[in-house]
């Protein structure tokens, strides 16, 4: 090609005013906003774009988000949500039963907030499976399918993010701090749908997330330039053939700079704008330091982001594996999360979000029921408890139920596949569509699931 005949807007030395050979590298390259952001939006951009959903019967899905709380190492259902008060007292433990709002139900006692809000719950006190290694549980629980040695299969924020991709600047599928399990991912779809994690903790006082400011040096003027380079580049092209690759930056470019310049995105990922009364209704001190993981600030801008539209935002909290010295273990972490839990459904409820908003709080699995010699807990997926809010849930509602013993569902089980198939419907995702996987072999999203209807509002 000449590039004096078909590049004559290369000599206009208005276009390089100041920059260098190491500016001029950076076209297209979000000003040197990082390989995270850059690499998570290039992917995502494949991704379907966003759309307006319907369930099975055609109707549009009462969720339009989803805060996934995981709790990691496997949560104890006899000492939070499903007490057994009339066991023996190597099964039943050393906590108390307390009333909650709703007329016949009891938790624990380190579940006293919760218990307030219980008449906006839905509690799963008969989910079930059969894995009982941490790491196969957690894929049954987040893909609704059991593990296989010879596929991954994508969790359920990662085909959110395939089916209903991104909304506004936000990504569609965040987690909160970090991926905290690899079935957080997307299995075999690409990793587009991946999540967008936010590398730090946000209780820190120093918190910030990678990659959402300019990088030192670079000023909104020096990127506005490099941003119009970029423009001009793309104009001297536009009337030549294309082929999808290029198609596909363009629409990384495009979608990054939306993130990197929309004032809405950035603040989602901060707490600064909170008022104090809202960071104590999370259980959050606002006047001091927080010298551990805060389950309130998690929660607060898992919030946040999904009001700035954020489709799917897993938050892990906690180390629940407690196997010896199980209530010096969840003593101080459950009224923690007791606090932000209801914090979180008191704040989405004033704000009228609640009803289109799907909270959940999962495990891999349950603990057993009896004591074991070392005063702890260990694996049980034959019996758990998970806990369901909004978006189209049932309130003041608990869904089957455990034996006296919390040892095997007694009535209604919930099984991995019925429990994910029945977050898609509220969603407006068909469980039952086949996604394509490698080889080009249609898989469902959900094999043999069916929608819980008892779950249901």
């Not at 991954?152 to 909160?176: F, I, K, N, W």
Request: net charge neutral.
């Amino acid at each position: 090609m000449n590039l004096r005949r078909n590049a004559s807007w290369l000599m206009d030395p208005s276009h390089f005013a100041r920059s260098n050979r190491r500016d001029f590298m950076y076209v297209g390259w979000l000003g040197g906003a990082g390989l995270t952001l850059g690499n998570m939006l290039r992917l995502e951009s494949q991704a379907k774009a966003a759309g307006i959903a319907t369930d099975s019967e055609g109707r549009e899905p009462k969720a339009k988000s989803v805060i996934h709380i995981y709790l990691q190492g496997g949560f104890p259902h006899m000492d939070s949500f499903d007490p057994k008060p009339d066991a023996p007292p190597e099964y039943r433990g050393i906590l108390d039963p307390i009333a909650t709002s709703v007329p016949g139900v009891y938790f624990s006692s380190h579940m006293r907030a919760t218990a307030k809000v219980a008449d906006k719950l839905t509690v799963v006190r008969s989910m079930t499976h059969t894995e009982v290694d941490h790491s196969r549980g957690e894929h049954s629980m987040f893909t609704g399918y059991r593990p296989s040695p010879a596929l991954t299969y994508p969790s359920v924020g990662s085909v959110v993010a395939h089916e209903l991709g991104p909304r506004d600047a936000m990504p569609a599928y965040v987690c909160v701090p970090n991926q905290g399990s690899q079935f957080l991912g997307s299995g075999y779809l690409s990793n587009a749908c991946g999540p967008f994690a936010l590398g730090s903790d946000p209780a820190r006082s120093n918190f910030s997330v990678r990659d959402l400011n300019l990088p030192k040096g670079i000023d909104e003027k020096r990127f506005g330039r490099r941003k119009a380079w970029k423009e001009l580049v793309d104009g001297h092209f536009a009337g030549m053939e294309r082929d999808d690759a290029i198609t596909t930056m363009d629409s990384f470019y495009q979608r990054a700079y939306d993130l990197l310049a929309s004032p809405e995105a950035k603040d989602a990922f901060s707490l600064k704008k909170e008022s104090d009364a809202t960071k104590e209704l999370y259980g959050m001190n606002p006047w001091g330091p927080i010298l551990r993981p805060s389950a309130g600030a998690r929660l607060l801008i898992a919030r946040r982001l999904v009001e700035a539209g954020a489709r799917f935002v897993t938050v892990t909290y906690g180390a629940w594996d407690t196997h010896a010295f199980h209530y010096r273990g969840i003593e101080t972490q459950m009224p923690d999360l007791d606090l932000a839990f209801a914090g979180l459904i008191s704040d989405l409820d004033q704000r009228g979000l609640l009803d289109s908003t799907l909270v959940l709080i999962t495990s891999e699995f349950g603990r057993t029921p009896k004591i074991n010699a070392g005063g702890g807990r260990d694996h049980w997926p034959r019996v758990f408890s998970i806990v369901m809010a909004g978006g189209g849930v049932r309130r003041g509602h608990i869904y089957g139920a455990s034996d006296a013993l919390a040892a095997e569902p007694a009535d209604n089980p919930l099984s991995v596949e019925d429990y994910v198939t029945t977050v898609y419907h509220l969603l407006g995702i068909d469980a039952a569509k086949s996604l394509m996987s490698p080889g080009d072999r249609p898989q469902p999203i959900v094999t043999n699931g069916t929608v819980a209807r008892g779950l249901l509002a």
